[in-house]
């Protein structure tokens, strides 16, 4: 069964990136069919999809992010990430790293295989 892990800062300044890592252990994130997302979840808001890279790596972002978030994968550690450059404290939520199939809602957490999330503050 595939498992995925976040890790990152649990805090950052305003104006710095923000660096997340998903370690993926059960599962080759090179496996066919697969989408491997970043998705964020704001205090008292909705989940928000940031990015994902398939399994042949290529890149897919949220217009309203694409701008500051870059998604990137080492497969030889099996594991993903995410920069998200100058945030604000409206960056402040948590991150999850999630594995899901073609056609699947990105911001529904009973569909795929999802970490537990890492929370991270954007303050000074």
């Known amino acids: 069964q595939v498992q995925l892990q976040e890790s990152g800062p649990g805090l950052v300044k305003p104006s710095q990136t923000l660096s997340l890592t998903c370690t993926v252990s059960?599962?080759?994130?090179?496996?066919?069919?697969?989408?491997w997302t970043w998705t964020r979840q704001p205090p008292g808001k909705g989940l928000e999809w940031i990015a994902y890279?398939?399994?042949?790596?290529?890149?897919y972002y949220n217009p309203s992010l694409m701008s500051r978030s870059s998604i990137s994968r080492d497969t030889s550690k099996n594991q993903f990430t995410l920069q998200l450059t100058s945030v604000t404290p409206d960056d402040t939520a948590v991150y999850y790293c999630?594995?899901?199939?073609?056609?699947?809602?990105?911001?529904?957490?009973?569909?795929?295989?999802w970490g537990q999330g890492t929370q991270v503050f954007v303050s000074s």
């Open positions: 999630s594995r899901v199939g073609p056609g699947t809602n990105l911001t529904d957490r009973t569909l795929g295989s």
């Open positions: 059960g599962g080759s994130i090179t496996a066919n069919s697969y989408y």
């Open positions: 890279i398939s399994y042949s790596g290529k890149t």
